[in-house]
């Protein structure tokens, strides 16, 4: 009878294999069963960041075309970073501040030196680009804009994923499209703008996704609305594009996952590589 061994001679050619072959094959063994309103739950991550990304273009129009003063952004900014850091701290009663070992001043000596070097160096942001046309710096800040949305982390455990690397290119197009404004306090409140919305902001919405769930989806949808009020000033074209991209994200493309995952089939059996379970660190001494 032949045995599924290389070890013993056998009357049976090395690639013969028995009609036991398939009996051990299984389909789908890693598959995962995803729930439809709990696969929109998620896309949520999606949505803040499409919508962070649109209100960061659209403040940066008004104040381009002189729609909106440089001081009334930076006092709106302020203020919500104010609030922000107090339910920071008050969704989980401290416990990350705790476990951190950061203190407030830590916090606000960070912030003054931020201000005052991003401040001082606003000229130089300002005149920066001067020399580079202003298509090739609007398509410079499209392409950081579209790199940040590509990397960043949204929760999933994959290789494209760099936090770093998204949040630097979004501050890039951020000082890209702010050497285009009229003065330096306008770059200086735009890239000041730029890191409070793409720095601060995700980690708020990360710590209201892990504690309060229900108040992480009202907080995302109240936010989506604010995108497409604003949009809808500039382009009610845009905004209903705008609309449609976001309820395909969190709506259709959920629902065209879950329909997928029944056409998944893959095999596993014998042929699969050996993967070695047990501990061979005593070999390595």
């Known amino acids: 009878r032949w045995q599924k061994v290389l070890y013993e ?14 009996e051990e094959l299984r389909k789908n063994v890693h598959a995962r069963q995803y729930r439809y309103w709990a696969v929109v739950f998620q896309s949520g991550a999606v949505v803040q960041q499409l919508c962070s990304v649109c209100v960061f ?6 104040m381009d075309a002189g729609m ?13 970073s104010l609030l922000g850091y107090v339910l ?6 401290g416990a990350g501040r705790w476990e951190s070992g950061r203190t407030r001043w830590a916090d606000l000596k960070s912030t003054l030196v931020f201000t005052a070097f991003t401040y001082g160096f606003s000229p130089v942001l300002k005149t920066l680009t001067e020399s580079i ?26 290789a494209i994923v760099s936090s770093t690397l998204s949040l630097n290119m979004a501050i890039f197009a951020s000082v890209c499209l702010a050497s285009r404004l009229p003065r330096s306090l306008h770059a200086f409140v735009m890239v000041t703008f730029a890191m409070q919305i793409f720095a601060l902001w995700p980690m708020l919405q990360k710590k ?4 309060t769930p229900r108040c ?13 009020a604003g949009l809808a000033t500039i382009s009610s074209v845009g905004a ?10 969190s709506c259709l493309c959920p629902y065209c996952l879950i329909r997928l995952q029944l056409l998944k089939d893959n095999i596993h059996g014998p042929w699969d590589e050996a993967v070695i379970k047990e501990d061979l660190s005593r070999f390595l001494m």
Do not use: C, E
């Open 9 to 22: 001679r056998q009357p049976y050619p090395d690639n013969y294999v028995d009609q036991r072959f398939l």
């Open 57 to 62: 273009v659209l403040t940066w129009w008004y």
């Open 68 to 80: 909106l003063s440089p001081q009334g952004l930076f006092g709106g900014a302020l203020a919500s």
């Open 88 to 93: 920071f701290d008050a969704v989980d009663g």
């Open 133 to 158: 046309s202003t298509d090739t710096i609007y398509a410079m800040s499209a392409l950081m804009l579209l790199g940040h949305l590509i990397f960043f982390d949204y929760g999933a455990n994959a």
């Open 208 to 211: 209201l996704k892990a504690q």
């Open 216 to 228: 992480y989806v009202g907080v995302t949808v109240l936010f989506a609305l604010a995108a497409l």
């Open 240 to 249: 209903v594009l705008f609309a449609s991209l976001l309820l395909a994200i």
